[in-house]
Nanobody, 124 residues
Framework: QVQLLESGGGLVQAGGSLRLSCAAS????????MGWFRQAPGKERDIVAA????????YYADSVKGRYTISRDNAKNTVYLQMYRLEPEETAVYYC?????????????????WGQGTQVTVSS
């Protein structure tokens, strides 16, 4: 497993943007596929975006396609989630997740390492 630390959350007005970062420990970050999830109060934890080990392949939930971009810098052991045109209903705790392996993981049970989460609040 790998230790993950998210940052970049905060309060933003509807229509605004945020960039989340997730820093991973260890020297084998490039062997991990990564994902971003979010969980609103009283709701399940849902996939937002995922990226394979090289960054060449990505996945987005339908609700964020065209507005969010997931990327990674393996030299910095960091994965990013750029979010544009945020909406109030996207208020949630955003989690970074990792698991060793190729391909993409789009379910929370595809991952075995989780960050503590970062709060994103979108005001109307």
């Amino acid at each position: 497993q790998v230790q993950l630390l998210e940052s970049g959350g905060g309060l933003v007005q509807a229509g605004g943007s945020l960039r989340l970062s997730c820093a991973a420990s260890g020297r084998t970050f490039s062997r991990y596929r990564m994902g971003w999830f979010r969980q609103a109060p009283g709701k399940e934890r849902d996939i937002v975006a995922a990226i394979n080990w090289s960054g060449a392949t990505t996945y987005y939930a339908d609700s964020v396609k065209g507005r969010y971009t997931i990327s990674r810098d393996n030299a910095k052991n960091t994965v990013y989630l750029q979010m544009y045109r945020l909406e109030p209903e996207e208020t949630a705790v955003y989690y970074c997740a990792a698991v060793a392996g190729y391909g993409l993981g789009i379910g929370q049970y595809d991952y075995d390492s989780w960050g503590q989460g970062t709060q994103v609040t979108v005001s109307s």
